[in-house]
Nanobody
Framework: QVQFVESGGGLVQPGGSLSLSCVAS???????????MSWYRQAPGKERELVAS????????NYAESVQGRFTISRDNAKNTVYLQMNSLKSEDTAVYYC????????WGQGTQVTVSS
């Protein structure tokens, strides 16, 4: 079973930046590279929402309209890792961020808390 460990969250002021990482275990590097991967987030009292995706094998990137132009998703298959660079953060970006395989999710990890506040 593939497991994900997210990290890199924290408290940041509006306009600041954070870089999130997600390491997948339980899958070989070659298998991980075949997964389309996504970042999701869940704010208090709200449903989990899709933030960004990177497809395999095309590498096509997709973003939620709310983060377009501010967030960048990337991956390093040699490290079984997916990244999310978040710039120009807003208070509404406050949430727990998760990564998972797109379309057919594995079990969810613990996520990493991102809090944007002055």
């Amino acid at each position: 079973q593939v497991q994900f460990v997210e990290s890199g969250g924290g408290l940041v002021q509006p306009g600041g930046s954070l870089s999130l990482s997600c390491v997948a275990s339980g899958a070989s590097g070659s298998l991980f590279s075949t997964y389309s991967m996504s970042w999701y987030r869940q704010a208090p009292g709200k449903e989990r929402e899709l933030v960004a995706s990177i497809s395999s094998p095309s590498g096509r990137l997709n973003y939620a309209e709310s983060v377009q132009g501010r967030f960048t998703i990337s991956r390093d298959n040699a490290k079984n890792t997916v990244y999310l660079q978040m710039n120009s953060l807003k208070s509404e970006d406050t949430a727990v961020y998760y990564c998972n395989r797109r379309f057919t999710a594995f079990a969810w990890g613990q996520g990493t808390q991102v809090t944007v506040s002055s």
